[in-house]
Each structure stands twice: as structure tokens, then as C-alpha cells.
């Protein structure tokens, strides 16, 4: 992952998560790196959701970086998603490879 993926990634999650930048610092080399291996195959490095994956994917996975997007997806509705993944879509849940504050920083 380039340098701009990676502070797009990171952009991405604070946008997402509502977690301030100055608390995803220390940590955000880590969050980068999950990001990379669990979530950016099917949702892009940017988090549009634009990967060789969406093609196979019905319905496609979520482009994060659409207006609105922060409203439509509280915090714990996401927690709830990367944990349990969701029904009806290629969505997996990680909560038997991620521990808690894992999912909580992705």
C-alpha cells in the first residue's frame, strides 16, 4: 500500500468511526496494516469499494467515501457488521480473527 493509500485509509476510518485523528496516531500503522489485510480486497485502498473483488460481489461492497456515508453508518452499527459481518452479502465477520479493540480501530 502506497503512503497516500494508507493516509486515505486512515482518513476513511476517522470519517467512519468518529474517532479523532491525535487517538488513531500511535496506532494508526496497525489500523493501516488490518485495513490492508482484512477490508481493502473487497473495499479498496480508498474505501470506494472500486477493487477487481466488486465485479464477483452482489451486492457490491460498500463505497465508504459517499456523501453521507458517516450518518448512515453509526459507530456501533459498524462494530456490529466487521464483528458479525452481514447477512445477504460477502461480508464476513472478523470476531473469531480480530480481537474487540481491533474491530473497534478498524
Not at 89 to 96: E, Y
Amino acid at each position: 500500500m502506497t503512503s497516500i493509500h494508507r493516509i486515505i485509509a486512515m482518513a476513511t476510518i476517522v470519517v467512519l468511526t468518529q474517532i479523532s485523528p491525535q487517538v488513531l496516531a500511535g496506532a494508526d500503522s496497525v489500523i493501516q496494516e488490518l485495513y490492508a489485510e482484512y477490508c481493502s480486497v473487497c473495499h479498496g485502498d480508498q474505501g470506494d469499494g472500486n477493487t477487481h473483488a466488486t465485479r464477483g460481489l452482489n451486492p457490491p461492497p460498500r463505497d465508504f467515501t459517499q456523501p453521507g456515508m458517516k450518518a448512515q453508518l453509526p459507530r456501533e452499527y459498524m462494530i456490529t457488521v466487521v464483528s458479525e459481518g452481514k447477512p445477504g452479502t460477502a461480508m464476513v465477520g472478523w470476531n473469531t480473527q480480530l480481537s474487540r479493540d481491533q474491530i473497534e480501530g478498524l
